[in-house]
């Protein structure tokens, strides 16, 4: 009976996520709505695509993820703290019912408000592994036959500069600006119709400059995946490692894993404990004799792993040395 109720509860949660939150928030942009699919399967079949130019939209096209918070939650804790991060969990619900714009707008705030310019890093330090991590094979098999490329992107320019520059190599990246305070980031986007218009005007250069124009956006919808898997005898799938243009350096990040909002979740619930634990590894380390701290540490989860030149050590200690070796966390 119990464990009928916990399927019963988790069916009703999975329900309520993907058809009252994932689905109202992330498919709800006015403008992404009466877009059409863009005929991936011609650009596959096309042999030379570099006299083109392509313009290609990165949360749609080239990202395979259809959410955006993970990306600024790992914005607020690398570079804002635990407490910010907390907050954008917190308020994470009431994002998710508002527009596509005005949820951009308070992630981008939270995230960003008060973050001195100067000591900003995670944009090119953190993001790029998760994001080389999101991006799909087919779409960047296009991108690397085509001539000039142009991402433009929703997203604050400072989050994706580093990522499409630095590891895509893509030429020309368009993402949002943000007003500065006193070289502190004040956490307002500019303007939506002045990025539009920088955009419209970029776009008129590359007809004069080149004529071969190749704009590319909204497939990264689940249906149209689906569909180009179904037609098209294509899936959709990730950019093996073995594949990025450049080695992946990635060496500041506190988080090993991708903050979904479930990720997310169980973060939070888990420090409480491992406060407390950590707390009590510490106090019985200091004051318990070696006898009993070892066995307790041991039992906790905690690991040792003691390496010991044999050169340095007299052949009296070889014989009285011994390894532990405490179990790990189950």
Sequence with gaps: MSGNKVSIFQGLFLFFYRFFIHRRWFHRNPKQKHQKSPSHHGLHQAHDLSPHTLIFNVERVLLKSNTLFPYFMLVAFEAGGVIRSFLLFILYPFISLMSYELGMKTMVMVSFFGI???????????????????????????????????????????????????????????????KMIGGYYSGILEDKKKHEFYLGELVQEEKLSSGHVIGITSYNLPSHRSLFSQFCQKSWQTLPRNQYPK???????????????????????????????ATARVVAGLNLPYSLAIPFLAFSGFR?????????????????????KPSPIA
């Design 247 to 277: 080695p992946l350096i990635f060496h500041d990040g506190r988080l090993a894993i991708k903050p979904t909002p479930i990720n997310t979740l169980a973060l939070f619930m888990w420090a409480p404990f491992a406060a407390v634990l």
């Design 116 to 178: 001195k310019k100067e000591k900003f890093l995670v944009g090119k330090s953190v993001l790029p592994k998760y994001f080389l991590e999101d991006v799909g094979l087919e779409m960047f098999e296009v991108l690397k036959r085509g001539g000039k490329r142009v991402g433009v992107s929703d997203l604050p320019q400072v989050m994706i500069d580093g990522f499409l520059g630095d590891y895509l190599g893509i030429e020309v990246v368009v993402g949002r600006e943000m």
């Design 304 to 324: 040792l792993t003691l390496t010991v030149n044999n050169n340095l050590i007299s052949p009296d200690q070889k014989e009285e040395r011994r390894t532990l």
